[in-house]
């Protein structure tokens, strides 16, 4: 496995168009714009793949996600990423994400760190085999889960601000959304 602070980004400004180039590393460090997917993985009975991050990850260790994914490299497009992330993360082939939406994200609480956040939904109907050095427990939860985790666990940043646009958006176009809520204070 190679180094991920020695992985080349693409750094964007608030246009999301490319103004450089700069290792994951010093894009952490100095606190440069880039690009990341997002991706929420359901089973067909509408149950969502919700994960708790290695203690090694550079951002956000330990902490619970609903979203498979991560930054886009250097050149990659954030279709391929999607792609690209979601098979290495649940160990899968075939994965077949479409995209939702995009946003901008910024650090919450004075931080220094923000990326553009393009979110996609995915269905896998069969086994998964989550990438070890990413995923240190996984389960398919109901929304109702969900929740119960949502009010007890720390979820990442980027995560509980992209569900609550996810769900804000289900409403929006009048779909039922997920009853499912990030905790108050947390976007």
């Known amino acids: ?3 991920p602070a020695e992985e080349l980004l693409d750094i964007v ?3 999301d168009r490319v ?3 700069a290792l994951r590393g010093e894009v952490y460090r100095e606190g440069l714009t880039h690009r990341c997917v997002f991706i929420m993985v359901r089973d067909p009975a509408g149950r969502i793949f919700v994960h708790r991050r290695t ?3 550079l ?3 330990g902490a619970y996600d609903m979203w498979v994914g991560g930054v886009v490299g250097s050149g990659e497009t ?3 990423a999607a792609v690209r992330e979601a098979e290495e993360e649940l160990g899968v082939r075939g994965i077949a994400p479409r995209p939702i939406f995009k946003f901008l994200f ?3 609480e004075g931080g220094k760190l923000s990326w553009w956040c393009d979110m996609y939904e995915a269905e896998w109907d069969g086994p998964v085999s989550p990438q070890e050095s990413e995923v240190a427990w996984h389960a398919w939860l109901t929304p ?3 929740s119960e985790r949502l009010a007890r666990d720390t979820f990442v940043p980027d995560g509980l601000e992209a569900y609550r646009r996810y769900l804000e958006r289900q409403e929006g176009q009048g779909r039922p959304a997920d009853r499912a809520e990030p905790p108050s204070g947390s976007a």
Do not use: S, V
């Open 78 to 80: 954030y279709a391929e």
């Open 19 to 21: 103004i450089g180039t």
């Open 55 to 57: 203690d090694t990850k």
């Open 1 to 3: 496995m190679t180094n």
């Open 13 to 15: 400004d608030d246009n």
């Open 106 to 108: 910024r650090e919450p």
């Open 144 to 146: 109702a889960e969900l």
């Open 59 to 61: 951002f956000a260790p």
